[in-house]
């Protein structure tokens, strides 16, 4: 009772209306869902070639009308939106009109390259009520108590900005807790907060908590029955799964997203893949910007249904992925599945003391860093512990804003040498990889 009332007045969302009506789309046949799919990505075109000028000159360069789209594959017509072109057509891909009341975020994605994006408020809502739809596969719901294992490495927020999310977690019944941080007191800290919140539901960056999960089991500290546990920001190999099992319980569920986006698919109850969340995204799975055969790897294109404010049409967000070519799941969704993610790993670096430091932590830190601050990095642990960060600086450098970021590697890299190497370029990998986390064994 106090969710939907919380959303609607104190957070002015529609985030209850959307929940409702994507747990009903989720159970319609795949015929059904592809119907609004396609209703709703043709309103987004028009309205981008109406208001957008990136997309207003698209159209009309290749003489694209989005009434002629009926089918998903109609939409390989338009070019693929990189980074770089995001990067270039900033200020030409938001709409005018809505500029203003856009929210906006950033991300390093896979690439070590930092991007700033915008989006409507109105998506905010689709992506919350994606989020919790996604998560109540595992039984989580609004005012169940869930512990978040996940990287708190943002600036403190101010103080109303602060009071609020703190509220917001209060009624929600949500304690998290910072996963960068793995030396024995961090962990000894967690495992209390994890006794004295007793969730519902665990939410975890995947390598993070796997590593987590050994050691509760090294110690021989389980003390509790079953927990489902959600993961996210990486992906969920074998030994990764079969760890965290055997500290929380077999059922274990992968998420996979992008902060461009938020939630893109995830793992239902049959664990056959993950569903992709197709009420609110449009994902291709592509190579040169051509579909590909169904199981086949290639890049992930996703169009944002409802961000009107800055429209990602066909944006590539660096990762890649396979669709599944198998049966419909189990568990009797229309949703399509995506079957792998490849790709979504970072090395774990270790601190003076054998602890682990999750590579992750560089990918967040400079998602929180300004527009054009560093325009690519590349962390280095050498063999002796030292750790190299090289840096493409960006338009907006500074000393005095890198500093700030810089300083607060140092708290998590627990006093290993540290140093900053600045380049004009950073060199891929022999096989053509852009490697962000490098450590050399």
Excluded at 248 to 272: D, K, N, Q, W
Aim: hydrophobic share 40%; with cysteine.
């Amino acid at each position: 009772m106090l969710w939907p009332g919380w959303e609607r007045f104190a957070r002015r969302r529609t985030t209850p209306e959307h929940l409702a009506f994507v747990e009903a789309m989720q159970w319609c046949p795949p015929e059904a869902i592809e119907r609004y799919q396609l209703h709703a990505l043709r309103a987004l075109l028009q309205h981008a070639g109406r208001h957008v000028p990136y997309w207003r000159e698209t159209f009309r360069r290749l003489g694209f009308d989005a009434r002629d789209v009926v089918k998903r594959e109609d939409l390989a017509a338009l070019p693929v939106l990189t980074r770089e072109i995001v990067r270039e057509r900033y200020r030409d891909l938001i709409d005018p009109n809505l500029a203003a009341y856009n929210l906006q975020k950033g991300t390093s994605g896979s690439t070590g390259a930092p991007l700033k994006f915008e989006y409507a408020p109105e998506s905010e809502c689709w992506r919350q009520a994606i989020r919790v739809r996604g998560y109540s596969w595992s039984g989580y719901r609004p005012g169940l108590p869930v512990f978040y294992y996940w990287a708190l490495v943002s600036k403190p927020p101010n103080r109303s900005r602060g009071l609020k999310i703190r509220l917001d977690r209060i009624l929600k019944r949500e304690t998290f807790v910072d996963s960068m941080c793995q030396d024995e007191a961090a962990r000894r800290r967690a495992l209390a907060l994890l006794r004295r919140a007793r969730p519902a539901v665990v939410v975890c960056y995947t390598q993070s908590c796997a590593q987590f999960a050994r050691w509760i089991v090294d110690q021989g500290l389980r003390d509790w029955d079953d927990i489902p546990v959600l993961c996210g920001a990486e992906a969920v190999l074998a030994a990764d799964r079969a760890a965290i099992s055997r500290a929380f319980g077999p059922h274990v569920f992968e998420t996979y997203g992008s902060r461009e986006t938020m939630l893109i698919a995830a793992e239902c109850e049959a664990h056959e893949g993950m569903h992709l969340m197709e009420e609110n995204l449009l994902v291709e799975i592509a190579r040169a910007g051509a579909p590909v055969a169904t199981s086949e790897a290639g890049d992930v294109l996703v169009t944002d249904l409802h961000n009107y404010g800055m429209p990602l049409i066909r944006y590539q967000n660096g990762d890649v992925a396979a669709m599944s070519a198998g049966p419909p799941c189990r568990c009797g969704r229309g949703l399509r599945v995506l079957q792998r993610v490849d790709g979504r790993r970072a090395d774990t670096l270790i601190d003076r003391e054998g602890n682990p430091i999750p590579g992750v932590v560089f990918h967040v830190l400079f998602s929180d860093a300004r527009q054009d601050l560093v325009r690519q990095f590349q962390a280095v642990q050498r063999p002796t512990g030292d750790v190299v960060l090289r840096v493409v600086r960006g338009h907006d450098w500074s000393p005095e804003r890198f500093g700030a970021v810089a300083e607060r590697f140092g708290h998590y890299l627990g006093g290993l040498p540290f140093s900053v190497e600045y380049c004009g370029a950073i060199v891929p990998a022999a096989n053509g990889k852009m490697r962000t986390i490098v450590v050399e064994r």
